[in-house]
């Protein structure tokens, strides 16, 4: 019978290759995370959300953020159905342009 306190004791285990093979071969980000743009709109971040399974007020199962990668501000847009992105787009792309004058240049 095992003592009850030998599954605390450590036992070296072999390495294993393809894990360490995996892990070598991940590669960073085309930008650097030091690195922003300068300009408003240069850069804008689009992430998706959804279907939420929670009852939201008015029915809404998707929501959509825009991160501009210069001032980190974020627009959340809320959808009812998926297809609504492109016109959330251009909802955000027309108010942001008016705003500040610029247009977004990558999206």
Do not use: A, H
Request: proline letters at 1%; hydrophobic letters at 40%.
């Amino acid at each position: 019978m095992k003592d009850i306190w030998s599954f605390f004791y450590y036992e070296s285990y072999e390495t294993c290759k393809v894990y360490l093979l995996i892990k070598m071969i991940k590669t960073s980000f085309f930008f650097r995370k030091s690195e922003r743009f300068k300009k408003l709109l240069s850069l804008i971040y689009i992430n998706v959300c959804g279907p939420i399974m929670i009852c939201i007020i008015g029915g809404y199962t998707y929501f959509i953020t825009f991160t501009d990668d210069c001032s980190r501000y974020v627009y959340v847009y809320l959808m009812k159905l998926k297809f609504e992105l492109f016109k959330r787009f251009k909802e955000f792309r027309n108010k942001v342009e008016k705003q500040t004058g610029k247009s977004i240049k990558i999206l």
